[in-house]
């Protein structure tokens, strides 16, 4: 079974750019979710999709971010326009219904914003 | 809130030696607790989670209620036990599954 991936593995942006992640899920996974770290931070929870709806985006900083993930398959996270704050590594993770907790993790994608 | 707390952020023990990774959490409701680890050059994956009263790796780990803590245990570390770990709660049962970590620890098994 192919795991969690998530491409660019890194990016390296100015600020005031734009930066758009992609994730694609374990294959039939519904549960879908994008957590980040910044440096020195523990792994924040941005936001939950179950197929293409949003559970749960109570952990986006501000509207400069913006998750999709059209016909419940892979999602992008967009960073518009990109501040040096947003540098840090995000990660997507994909999960089965009703199984809480385990999730299957991407290795990450790496933020740098100059 | 909820909130998980690992003191320790660099933890370094002998191969053979007992190893003990602290955790403690805070959570108004019944929570469900878990123990991620990454090896390097791996991703983050789970090691173990408190309601399947597993083992793994030789890695045990008791919710205590009382004192509020997960922490992860292991009689004799191996080298390959070198890894970030970190402990995670989540609320027990419902839909929504987000994970609260905390910061990590950095175990190093010296030869």
């Known amino acids: 079974e192919a795991g969690v991936t998530q491409f660019p593995s890194h990016s390296v942006i100015e600020k005031g750019q734009t930066v758009t992640l992609r994730c694609d899920p374990i294959?039939?996974?519904?549960?879908l979710y994008w957590y980040r770290r910044v440096m020195g931070k523990e792994i924040k929870f941005l936001l939950h999709?179950?197929?293409?709806?949003?559970?749960?985006e109570s952990g986006m900083p501000n509207n400069r971010f913006l998750a999709e993930r059209t016909g419940g398959t892979y999602s992008t996270l967009k960073v518009q326009p990109a501040e040096l704050e947003d540098s840090g590594v995000y990660f997507c993770?994909?999960?089965?219904?009703?199984?809480?907790?385990?999730?299957?993790f991407g290795e990450g994608s790496r933020l740098t914003v100059l | 809130a909820q909130r998980v707390t690992q003191p320790e952020k660099l933890l370094s023990v002998f191969k053979g030696a007992p190893v003990e990774l602290k955790c403690n959490y805070s959570?108004?409701?019944?929570?469900?607790l878990f123990w991620y680890v990454q090896y390097s050059r791996q991703r983050l994956q789970l090691l173990l989670r408190?309601?399947s009263r597993e083992s793994i790796k030789g890695f045990t780990a008791d919710l205590n209620k009382g004192e509020t803590s997960f922490h992860l245990k292991k009689p004799f570390a191996q080298e390959e036990d070198s890894a970030m770990y970190y402990c995670?709660?989540?609320?027990?049962?419902?839909?929504?599954?987000?994970?609260?970590f905390g910061k990590g620890t950095l175990l190093t098994v010296n030869p």
């Open positions: 993770a994909s999960s089965r219904a009703r199984v809480s907790g385990e999730l299957f």
């Open positions: 294959s039939g996974h519904d549960n």
């Open positions: 999709f179950v197929k293409e709806s949003k559970q749960d």
């Open positions: 959570y108004s409701g019944s929570p469900e």
């Open positions: 408190h309601i």
């Open positions: 995670a709660l989540s609320g027990l049962g419902g839909s929504n599954y987000k994970l609260t």
